[in-house]
């Protein structure tokens, strides 16, 4: 009996692979990250004035991942420093998907999802392809970027691991890059916080007057080992003292204004929707871009959408959203990334494609079941509507020009560009959704 069950699974497994081999169309799980490997160096437009307008320098550090709830029973000194002496909130409002790049694009481009074009890590586009955790600013559909607009207004700027920071066809967008084109490029926390110091500490006609930089942050130890992890606690630990590394270089600086802030909060997950196999045993062919708790699905056959209706609308995992038909959180749009429906996940449940499950596995999306456990490695995610418990992150800003012990009550992902470009005096780019947040300045 114990030879014909591991000769079951072998054949199962083969059966899987056979499926896999002749189940349609997708992408590669090779393909990640960023399709820039050597960016070109930077070219500064073309009528960008020689003197700079800014009237202080400001440094932006987004930390991936960080929910309020992480920081009960940590100490973080650096940030209850933050919380007396500027502006603050655990209220920062992510767009929809509350996912990493939509976020990221969001806070940068100051711009909702249906503006700037990037609606998920993971989606289709008819023109260009497959879209898979990118930073390539040639992705986006008409917002400028942070550093796309200071360098525009003449203010140097400087980007590490930010998003749209390179562009395939125009190269680097601001003077000066920290590129990585693959995520184990990315360095740690407190590495990340002294590139910033080093760039602060060059003389004062050389060091840039925007710092935008992206931090690892505690998402990673809370999507694999918990919100409750020492694992989780040690990141946040390293997130203050990467700040206040970041501090001292700024209060040495003075005439400086520093923004601390992240892309979502997280929630604790106990199951993945297989909705590709909801679809298959229906005869539905679609294809699938999902991560974390949302999917943006694509018929094959449009004629289909009414059946693939019927087979997920009646669900209490997720929620069924027609593109035409959205919620007013959504701001998604209707154009084509989108696809033909989107299925948002409700807690405790996500949802990924077989594009990001091992492969060894991966057949289990024709051969079911419809839930599989994700407690033993999927431990957390994100990516549910933004006023969900638990989606809302971090806020904090400190230095000249921001309001001391003033507590924000929500601040908007679309506000942080034409806050930061407020701060530094100039115009922010355009177009843009958001609109600085007014409370937090002590300056008018």
Known sequence: MRWLGRGALVLALAVGALLWRTGGQYPPASVRLAEVRQPAPFAPPPDAPAQS???????????????????????????DRLRREGSWTYDMVPPFPSISLVGGFTLSTGCWPEHHGIIS??????????????????????????????????????????????????????RDVEFAATWDQYPTDTSRAQEVVDLLARPAAQHPQLVLAYFRGPDGAAHFKGLGSSEVRAAVAESDRAVATVLAALERLGNAALIVTTDHGMLPTTDIVNVEYLLRRRHIAARLAATGTTAFIYLDDPSQRGAAIEALSKHDAFDLILPEAQPAWSHLGTGARVGDLIVS??????????????????????????????????????????DTPGMHGVFYAWGDGVRRANHLARVDAIDLHPTVTRLLGIQPGQPVDGQPVESLFSDG
């Open 53 to 79: 307008p800014a009237r202080r320098s400001v440094v932006v550090m987004v930390f991936d991942g960080f929910a309020p709830s992480m920081l009960d029973g940590v100490a973080t000194p650096t940030l």
């Open 121 to 174: 890590n993971r989606f289709f586009d008819p023109a260009r392809g497959f879209y898979d955790h990118s930073r390539d600013a040639d992705w986006g559909t008409g917002c400028e970027h942070l550093q796309q607009a200071a360098e525009r207004q003449g203010v140097p700027t400087a980007t590490l691991g930010w998003y749209g920071e390179v562009s395939a066809t125009h190269g680097k967008q601001a």
């Open 345 to 386: 996940a409700k807690p405790p449940y996500a949802i990924e494609d077989r594009g990001q499950l091992p492969w060894f596995v991966r057949w289990i999306a024709w051969t079911g079941p419809e839930m599989l456990d994700a407690r033993s490695s999927l431990h957390a995610s994100h990516g549910y509507p933004p």
